[in-house]
C-alpha cells in the first residue's frame, strides 16, 4: 500500500520562506506526476506543482510561478516544494499527490495518492 507523508508545514510572515517534503512508503512505482495540490478555506482544491520522475515535465500554477520549485530525490523517494516570497494568498492545506496526470494539472480526482496534508499559514 502507498503513502504520501508531508512534513514542513508552519506559519510564516509574508515575504519567508518554507519548505514542504513529501515521503513516499510502499511499492510506489509510476510514470506519471506527482507533486503538490493545496485547497484554501472555502475554495476548491488546485495545482501548484507536479513533476514526472524524469524531471523533463514540470507544471506549476500561474500564482506560484517564480517563487515555488518542485524537486525530488528518488533515493529518498522524496519530492519537496520550496516556497519563497510566501504571501498571504498561499495561505491553504497542502497536499502531496501521486500517479497523475503531466498535461497541466487535470482535476483532482485524476490522482490516485494523496497525503493527509499539511497547514501553511502565511500572516501579512
Known amino acids: 500500500q502507498v503513502h504520501l507523508v508531508e512534513s514542513g508545514g508552519g506559519s510564516v510572515q509574508a515575504g519567508g520562506s518554507l519548505r514542504l517534503s513529501c515521503a513516499v512508503s510502499g511499492d510506489y512505482q509510476s510514470s506519471n506526476c506527482m507533486g503538490w495540490f493545496r485547497q484554501a478555506p472555502g475554495k476548491e482544491r488546485e495545482g501548484v506543482a507536479t513533476?514526472?520522475?524524469?524531471?523533463?515535465?514540470?507544471n506549476y500554477s500561474d500564482s506560484v510561478k517564480d517563487r515555488f520549485t518542485i524537486s525530488q530525490d528518488s533515493a529518498k523517494n522524496t519530492v519537496y516544494l520550496q516556497m519563497t516570497s510566501l504571501k498571504p494568498e498561499d495561505t491553504a492545506v497542502y497536499y502531496c499527490?501521486?500517479?497523475?496526470?503531466?498535461?497541466?494539472?487535470?482535476?483532482?480526482?485524476?490522482?490516485?495518492?494523496w497525503g493527509q496534508g499539511t497547514q501553511v499559514t502565511v500572516s501579512s
Open positions: 513533476m514526472n520522475p524524469d524531471g523533463d515535465i514540470i
Open positions: 499527490v501521486a500517479d497523475g496526470v503531466c498535461v497541466g494539472f487535470g482535476d483532482a480526482y485524476e490522482y490516485t495518492y
